[in-house]
């Protein structure tokens, strides 16, 4: 299993970005993948999920900002952050379900995220 994250960065207050994970050596589209984050000494939480047929859920911190999506074809999943916030910095991560419905399972090496004026 390998997870691919992409897209990190800085960016200001109030902007918009696009974090996106590549899945591999595993079938991408029977799994519920995550997206999980760990600000600066904090722990590490989830903050949203979706099932293979794209049903989300998402941490109050970031719902109605952000939006997971994914597409099974490209093995890819996605996180559209938008109106972010100083809170949002931290290491994202994506993660792979340990089945259809959840669960917690391989990782992703991480990508960093500022958000800084």
């Known amino acids: 299993v390998q997870l691919v994250e992409s897209g990190g960065g800085l960016i200001q207050p109030g902007g918009s970005l696009t974090l996106a994970c590549v899945g591999s050596?595993?079938?991408?589209?029977?799994?519920?993948m995550s997206w999980y984050r760990q600000p600066p000494a904090k722990e590490r939480e989830r903050i949203a999920k979706?099932?293979?047929?794209?049903?989300?859920e998402y941490a109050d911190t970031v719902k109605g900002r952000f939006t997971i999506s994914r597409d099974n074809a490209k093995n890819k999943l996605y996180l559209q952050m938008n109106n972010m916030k100083p809170e949002d910095t931290a290491v994202y991560y994506c993660?792979?379900?340990?089945?259809?419905?959840?669960?917690?399972?391989?990782w992703g090496q991480g990508i960093r995220v500022t958000v800084s004026s």
């Open positions: 993660n792979k379900g340990l089945s259809y419905w959840g669960g917690s399972g391989s």
């Open positions: 050596g595993f079938t991408f589209s029977a799994y519920a």
């Open positions: 979706i099932s293979p047929p794209a049903s989300a």
